[in-house]
Nanobody
């Protein structure tokens, strides 16, 4: 089992920045994919960003590309999401997710991820 714990959410004005962290514990593996998803009220959970732990290849949704940056530190089993130039439409609960062992491909489908954090609220005010 892998446990994921997010932190770093909060309230910020439009144009501001936040940095989310996701700490992994339990059975962790260096070679698997991790992602950040978000879910706004009344909407489906959507892919935000992903990273392949082995090699560090990153992927972003079109809505956040150029504003958000995903990174990881394998030694610390931590993944971050740096969010800059935040917009009101970025308001959502943000979830960290991990695929199973040796599943290295980053996908945008939530059901492809085996482990999830509890989520952290990000609220962007106008």
């Amino acid at each position: 089992q892998v446990q994921l714990v997010e932190s770093g959410g909060g309230l910020v004005q439009a144009g501001g920045s936040l940095r989310l962290s996701c700490a992994a514990s339990g059975r962790t593996f260096s070679n698997y994919a991790m992602g950040w998803f978000r879910q706004a009220p009344g909407k489906e959970r959507e892919f935000v960003a992903g990273i392949r732990r082995n090699g560090g290849t990153t992927y972003y949704s079109d809505s956040v590309k150029g504003r958000f940056t995903i990174s990881s530190d394998n030694a610390k089993n931590t993944v971050w999401l740096q969010m800059n130039n935040l917009k009101v439409e970025d308001t959502a609960v943000y979830y960290c997710a991990a695929r199973g062992a040796f599943r290295v491909v980053v996908t945008t489908t939530p059901s492809d991820y085996d482990y999830w954090g509890q989520g952290t609220q990000v609220t962007v005010s106008s």
